[in-house]
T-cell receptor
Framework: QQPVQSPQAVILREGEDAVINCSSSKALYSVHWYRQKHGEAPVFLMILLKGGEQKGHEKISASFNEKKQQSSLYLTASQLSYSGTYFCGTVSGNTGKLIFGQGTTLQVKP | DSGVTQTPKHLITATGQRVTLRCSPRSGDLSVYWYQQSLDQGLQFLIQYYNGEERAKGNILERFSAQQFPDLHSELNLSSLELGDSALYFC????????????FGPGTRLTVL
């Protein structure tokens, strides 16, 4: 079953923060976050494997609440290069089958 | 550059035809995944192969088939093409059989006229 992302779209000014949420009705093995620019391949951001674990890379971090089957992606001090569509992908079983959410479009303006 | 290669980059064909998309995974990766991305359906998992064997299946149509060869490259065959098959087809690869991060190739844009 497809995870649900919110919000569907976000418009920010450079330097502002954003949070993108991803929730699933199924028990999750892992949550994967990707960013995709128009017409390009999704680019891996991070993977979260344990409940409550928070991972980060520079100004982008994420958390995973295994009990609530939710994950959140945090973008701080956004830059123009952050613009794109963000997808969460969830893995529920013992396969690599990634089920993606519908995506959140982020636009960062100068 | 993710290290995953896909050919061709663009493909234009007619309804009823058959096409083959090719994917070469990153060096050392044993798992290959195929995804379809269309405007109305989003990014959809089609099928996974691990070291030559089918591992997981998604909503892949019976008109579509895939295989992974001994050198680990994979092919996705689409037959009896319909207008609705027009989409971006991505291949991804990973080292592990499950749960690991997946690196996506640049995709093949298929247009069915």
């Amino acid at each position: 079953q497809q995870p649900v992302q919110s919000p569907q779209a976000v418009i920010l000014r450079e330097g502002e923060d954003a949070v993108i949420n991803c929730s699933s009705s199924k028990a999750l093995y892992s949550v994967h976050w990707y960013r995709q620019k128009h017409g390009e391949a999704p680019v891996f951001l991070m993977i979260l494997l344990k409940g409550g674990e928070q991972k980060g890379h520079e100004k982008i971090s994420a958390s995973f609440n295994e009990k609530k089957q939710q994950s959140s992606l945090y973008l701080t001090a956004s830059q123009l290069s952050y613009s794109g569509t963000y997808f969460c992908g969830t893995v529920s079983g013992n396969t690599g089958k990634l089920i993606f959410g519908q995506g959140t479009t982020l636009q960062v303006k100068p | 550059d993710s290290g995953v290669t896909q050919t061709p980059k663009h493909l234009i064909t007619a309804t009823g035809q058959r096409v083959t998309l090719r994917c070469s995974p990153r060096s050392g990766d044993l798992s290959v995944y195929w995804y379809q991305q269309s405007l109305d359906q989003g990014l959809q998992f089609l099928i996974q192969y691990y070291n030559g064997e089918e591992r997981a299946k998604g909503n892949i149509l019976e008109r579509f088939s895939a295989q992974q060869f001994p050198d680990l490259h994979s092919e996705l065959n689409l037959s009896s093409l319909e207008l609705g098959d027009s989409a971006l087809y991505f291949c991804a690869s990973s080292v592990v059989i499950a749960g690991g991060l997946q690196f996506f190739g640049p995709g093949t844009r298929l247009t069915v006229l």
